[in-house]
């Protein structure tokens, strides 16, 4: 079995607690119920390295704080920053978020970014070959924004907008994205609009024990927002957590995706993310996706806990070709380490593999 990369990890993982920028029980002032109490800083200087990106010196850190009114029951907000710059001048920088408040009852999650960096192609469809590999080099800013209000007790629905300007994409002359018959080969700015609507029954959002989280979506790309491509496309990602017992949990996932006609490569579903780890990046690529991935987690000692997790995964060209297509399967194996014992955060190393070689990631939360 190859190692399709090679990496190399150098972290130092330091965890401080800040004080509370509000005080609780001073609902009486005004400044005090908009600011932010218990928040907590956690940091990991990173130093990895891979054939195609050379070394990458960054970090991440994650904050978790409430909003001074809320209960220290309540779901913690939380906001995620990594930054990288590699030796070959890419440069990678995103920040997801998610924001609770009103006990949840108000939402506000995605992302921020901004990426110069290399991706895989293949080619399309779930029959593309492994020696028809080549990278190509774009850069791109991202926006990612989802508000949702709780409409029914566990149940929310709202809006959300997504946006990317891919530019100065660079590829091999005459080599297979090149001659693919794909949109999105200039680069190009996508801008969508949609709706969703999330069930949440999970008692706790960075390491649920048990519950149900379903999350599904539907956003088309307006040429009045920026678009200057037309599609339409929609996902639906379903989560199950179980205890079996003590800290063994058991977590499933279900995640069914189509996009219509119009789509460009670059925001194709594919086999190759956290759902379908040990695959390269964008590995298997097409318009839908069909995935089903099984984790069970378990305590080692003190902070750290392992994984065995399993997926098996498919693309196609169309959604009723999904229930036609050849599965790909992949497999693999984790260590855990607690970084945030008060809300759960963990630092996450896993190697994932298939039969055409294997992963190491390396990151700040759970896959799903």
């Known amino acids: 079995m190859k190692l399709s990369h090679l ?31 218990n928040l907590e800083l956690d940091v990991l200087p990173v130093v990895v ?9 960054g970090g991440i850190g994650v904050g978790t704080f409430r909003f001074n009114s809320e209960s220290k029951d309540s779901f913690p907000s939380a906001v995620q920053l990594a930054a990288g710059y590699t030796t070959k001048n890419q440069i990678l920088f995103w920040a997801p978020y998610e924001l609770y408040w009103d006990d949840a009852k108000w939402r506000l999650f995605g992302e921020l970014g901004y990426y110069k ?21 774009v850069s791109f800013p991202r926006v990612r924004i ?11 629905a ?38 969703l609507a999330v069930y949440d029954s999970r008692d706790n959002i ?15 790309s307006l040429e009045l927002l920026g678009s200057e491509f037309t599609f339409s496309k929609f996902n639906v990602d379903a989560r199950y957590y179980q205890r079996l017992k003590g800290q063994h949990i058991l977590a499933g996932n279900i995640f069914i995706a189509n996009s219509g006609e119009g789509t460009p490569f670059l925001s194709m579903n594919n086999l190759g993310t956290n ?17 089903f991935a099984l984790e069970y987690r378990f305590p080692i000692f003190r902070r750290f806990g392992g994984v065995v997790f399993g997926s098996s995964g498919t693309v196609a060209p169309t959604f009723s070709d999904l229930f036609n297509s050849k599965f790909r399967n992949a497999g693999g194996v984790g260590l855990r380490y607690v ?14 593999w298939t039969r055409e070689g294997g992963n190491l990631y390396f990151t700040v939360r759970e896959a799903f």
């Open 49 to 57: 390295y891979s054939p195609e990106t050379g070394v990458i010196f």
């Open 339 to 352: 970084l945030n014992q008060k809300d759960g955060i963990r630092v996450r190393l896993d190697y994932g």
């Open 206 to 220: 960075f390491q649920p024990t048990r519950g149900f989280f379903i999350q599904a979506g539907a956003f088309r």
């Open 7 to 37: 990496w190399i990890l150098l972290f130092f993982c330091s965890s401080f607690t800040l004080p509370a920028f509000g005080q609780e029980g001073e609902s009486n002032s005004t400044s005090s119920q908009d600011s932010i109490a």
């Open 146 to 156: 989802n508000g949702l209000r709780e409409l029914f007790p566990g149940f929310l």
């Open 275 to 291: 759902r379908s780890r040990g695959f390269d990046n964008r590995r298997f690529l097409d318009n839908g996706e069909l995935n």
């Open 117 to 137: 960096y290399v991706y895989n192609f293949y080619g399309i469809g779930i029959d593309s070959r492994e020696q028809d590999l080549e990278t190509y080099e």
């Open 158 to 195: 709202g809006i959300g907008f997504e946006f990317d300007a891919f530019y100065n994409l660079e590829a091999a002359e005459n080599g297979t994205l090149a001659n693919a018959e794909v949109l999105g080969k200039e680069g190009g700015i996508i801008s969508n609009l949609g709706v």
